[in-house]
């Protein structure tokens, strides 16, 4: 499966913005989907993720309450809507798939999309 994020840029703290994330292949539907960032001079960590059925969803603490992650999978999309953006939210942002764990809590990719790049400004 090849992935493609889409929707970063730059937001006022405070503010919201929805990332996109396409997906090619017939079996999206049956993956697990997430995404990561990468902070400047950080390690890549886990933001959330959401169930093949889009029924379950699975966040990092740091996000909970202000990120939703949702899926189409009539479309091949998946999403991320941040809300209340930080600061410390500044991040290349990465789709990612797990296509053998099959659990959110589990979530461990093994197909990864290029970054977008969120700024959020103080």
């Known amino acids: 499966v090849q992935l493609q994020a889409s929707g970063g840029g730059l937001v006022q703290a405070g503010g919201s913005l929805r990332l996109s994330c396409a997906a090619s292949g017939r079996t999206f539907s049956s993956y697990v989907m997430g995404w990561f960032r990468q902070a400047p001079g950080k390690e890549r960590e886990f933001v959330g993720a959401i169930s093949w059925s889009g029924g379950s969803t699975y966040y990092a603490d740091s996000v909970k309450g202000r990120f939703t992650i949702s899926r189409d999978n009539a479309k091949n999309m998946v999403y991320l809507q941040m809300n209340s953006l930080k600061p410390e939210d500044t991040a290349v942002y990465y789709c990612?798939?797990?296509?053998?764990?099959?659990?959110?809590?589990?979530?461990?990719?093994?197909?990864w999309g290029k970054g977008t790049l969120v700024t959020v400004s103080s």
């Open positions: 990612a798939a797990d296509s053998l764990i099959g659990t959110v809590a589990g979530f461990t990719p093994d197909y």
